[in-house]
């Protein structure tokens, strides 16, 4: 990650509007900030939450509330739980998510 020309910012994350990614089950609401190349989220999913495709993106990813169940394409499975994160590179592990309970989750990538 390459941060250059972001000018010190305060966000205020319950004034970024939200729009709707529906999952194969469920739904995520994204609240997102584009800093140069860095994209910013605050991420809400619902109950039953359940991602629709693997994701080869890398990401920065920390547990606010609830749990988040992530497997990767290999077969591997880890559950998060607040206070917990992970970290992945563009490209290297193909990944998806879901969760019983719902989540909340602040993401870098």
Not at 7 to 31: L, N, R, S, Y
Not at 55 to 73: A, M, N, P, R, W
Not at 74 to 89: E, H, I, N
């Amino acid at each position: 990650m390459d941060m250059k020309n972001i000018p010190f910012t305060v966000v205020d994350w319950t004034q970024v509007p939200v729009t709707e990614h529906p999952g194969v089950t469920g739904m995520a609401m994204w609240h997102t900030q584009q800093f140069g190349d860095i994209r910013v989220r605050m991420v809400e999913y619902t109950p039953g939450y359940m991602a629709d495709h693997w994701c080869s993106k890398g990401h920065v990813l920390l547990i606010l509330e609830g749990e988040l169940v992530t497997e990767l394409q290999d077969g591997r499975t880890y559950t998060l739980l607040p206070g917990m994160s992970y970290q992945v590179a563009d490209q290297a592990e193909p990944h998806r998510s879901h969760t019983g309970p719902g989540a909340k989750l602040f993401i870098v990538d």
